[in-house]
Each structure stands twice: as structure tokens, then as C-alpha cells.
């Protein structure tokens, strides 16, 4: 059984067909990235899953367990951890108090739990900056603190969404190491981008969205070597 599966979606903000007939199959320890153009409906994609907005047909399992229709602090609770692609951290708290309240609204004891120390290792830049308020960071320093306060409620799949869009080229390599020891600790992530070379190396598999469906999937090697299906679905 798949850790995470999603089968035939169909997802609409009110009255608009979004996703149709989406599938996808997220195994435990696996980079997932969903690659596509603007519009494709990735981040729709992510919000479904997150119980966002949640699908009006089809069905998202979680280790075999319907999870559509629960709310999302719910979903969140049961591992799946979901960074927006809006960077949301409280502007007026310190990176202290921005981690603190995660640990205290999303931590669920889990067998490796995320401590400030743990996060600080990962992203060190937190740890100089950890009496500073969220609002002072820069772009790339609130990407990496969303992401701390997500890994602070322990979960099992993170959910990320564009986390190099805007980032200057050294943070995205930055942000792109930092991602890739997440990976080999053990943690299952879903990977929203556009940014090809950002996901080349990090990604196992690869699912390509337009017009809200899966047009292609593959190994991140196939993918890779098929200047066809980058021609075709992602050119700009
Ligand atoms: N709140 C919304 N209301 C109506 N349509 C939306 C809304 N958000 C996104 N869409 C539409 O849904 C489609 C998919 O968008 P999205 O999932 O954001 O794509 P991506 O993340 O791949 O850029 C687009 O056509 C977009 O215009
Ligand atoms: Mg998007």
C-alpha cells in the first residue's frame, strides 16, 4: 500500500472544473515532484491534499485511510505537513515564538520529533536569527522558517509549494541542500516547482500537470533524458 494516494480528484473552486480525474502514488521515503506551468493546477493539487480544497469526487488516502473531507488541522495532525507557497510566518513574533507556536499547536509526539535545536541544525541561519522578528527575515530566511514550523508538528509527508519561486540563486542551492539531508533523513515530500534544475537532483519520480490533469510521469532519470516532454508541457 502506498503511504499517500490520490485517485481521480476532481477538484473545483466553486463553480470551476480545476483538477479532473487526477491521479497520484506517494511512497514512503520518495521525492515526489509535480511539475507543470503556470495555471497547471499544482498548487490546487497540494491544497487538495491538505484539505484545503478538498475534491468533490475521487478519493486521498493516507496508509489506506480516506482523509477527504476532514479539516485541515486534522489532516495535518495525522502527517502531512503543508508549506503554502505564500510563506506565512508571524511577522510580529521571533523566530523563537514563530517555532514555539508550531511545536504547541501541531505537536503530535511522534517517534522523531522536530525540536528548535534539530531545525536549528538544519537551517543554521534560524539559529543566528532567533530573537529576530518574522517580519525582518528575508524572503528566503521565512521560506526556511515556514518550513521549520511545518517539520515542528512532526510530519510524515511535507507538502511543498514553489519554495524557490522568488529566492535568489545562492538561497535556492541554499534551500536546495537543505531539502536534499531532509530527503535523507527518511522524510516523504511532495514537491510543487517549475523550477526544473531545482528538483533534477533531489526528485525520484516526476508527474507533469496541465490543464488540472496528469499528462506525463516518470522517474526523474526518464524525465531527465526526454527533451520532448520539457519541450512540450513546460517550455515557456
Ligand atoms: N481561488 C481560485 N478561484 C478560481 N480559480 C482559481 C483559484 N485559484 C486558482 N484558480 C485557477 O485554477 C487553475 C490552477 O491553478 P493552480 O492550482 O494555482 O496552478 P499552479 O499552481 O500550477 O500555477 C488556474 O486556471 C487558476 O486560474
Ligand atoms: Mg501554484
Avoid at 137 to 150: D, K, V
Avoid at 161 to 176: F, K, M, N, Q
Amino acid at each position: 500500500m502506498a503511504l499517500l494516494e490520490v485517485s481521480h480528484i476532481d477538484t473545483y473552486y466553486a463553480d470551476s472544473h480545476i483538477l479532473f480525474d487526477l491521479s497520484i502514488t506517494v511512497e514512503a521515503g520518495e521525492v515526489v515532484c509535480l511539475l507543470g506551468r503556470n495555471g497547471a493546477g499544482k498548487t490546487t493539487t497540494v491544497r487538495s491534499i491538505a484539505g484545503l480544497t478538498p475534491p468533490r469526487a475521487g478519493a486521498i488516502t493516507l496508509r489506506g485511510r480516506d482523509i477527504v473531507g476532514l479539516p485541515p488541522f486534522r489532516i495535518a495532525r495525522l502527517g502531512i505537513g503543508f508549506v503554502p507557497e505564500d510563506r506565512r510566518v508571524f511577522p510580529n513574533l521571533t523566530v523563537h515564538e514563530n517555532l514555539e507556536v508550531a511545536r504547541r499547536t501541531w505537536g503530535n509526539g511522534s517517534a522523531s520529533p522536530w525540536s528548535e535545536e534539530r531545525v536549528f541544525d538544519l537551517f543554521p541561519i534560524l539559529r543566528e536569527r532567533r530573537r529576530q522578528a518574522g517580519g525582518t527575515l528575508s524572503g528566503g530566511e521565512q521560506q526556511m522558517l515556514t518550513i521549520a514550523r511545518t517539520l515542528m508538528g512532526n510530519p510524515e509527508i511535507l507538502l511543498l509549494d514553489e519554495p524557490s519561486e522568488g529566492l535568489a540563486p545562492i538561497v535556492v542551492e541554499t534551500l536546495r541542500e537543505q531539502l536534499g539531508r531532509l530527503k535523507a533523513s527518511g522524510l516523504t515530500i511532495v514537491l510543487a516547482e517549475q523550477n526544473v534544475r531545482f528538483v533534477s537532483d533531489l526528485g525520484d519520480r516526476v508527474y507533469i500537470l496541465e490543464k488540472g490533469t496528469v499528462r506525463y510521469q516518470g522517474s526523474m532519470a526518464r524525465f531527465l533524458a526526454d527533451d520532448e516532454v520539457r519541450r512540450t508541457y513546460l517550455a515557456v
